[in-house]
């Protein structure tokens, strides 16, 4: 990495980069609704519906504010 890239701009890219991951269980879980193999609680859905929008309020705030 050059000195250039600080801190936040690093903690943005692993958010995205969870976030991304995220978005590819979501795929796969939402296949296997499809099929009717849930292995999950309906608790555990709404749980991890809110996760996303956790991330990308992060990532707004250290896009916006730079914290450090």
């Known amino acids: 990495w050059s000195s250039d890239v600080c ?3 690093l903690v943005k ?3 995205v980069l ?3 991951g995220l978005h590819g269980l979501m795929a796969r879980w939402r296949k296997e609704f499809e ?3 849930r292995r999950h609680t309906a608790k555990f859905f709404r749980i991890v519906n809110e996760v996303p929008t956790l ?3 992060a990532i ?4 916006v504010v ?3």
């Open 13 to 15: 890219v692993v958010l």
């Open 60 to 63: 707004v705030i250290l896009a």
């Open 35 to 37: 099929r009717d193999e």
């Open 7 to 9: 801190s936040s701009d």
């Open 18 to 20: 969870i976030l991304a």
């Open 66 to 68: 730079k914290p450090f």
């Open 55 to 57: 991330l990308m309020i």
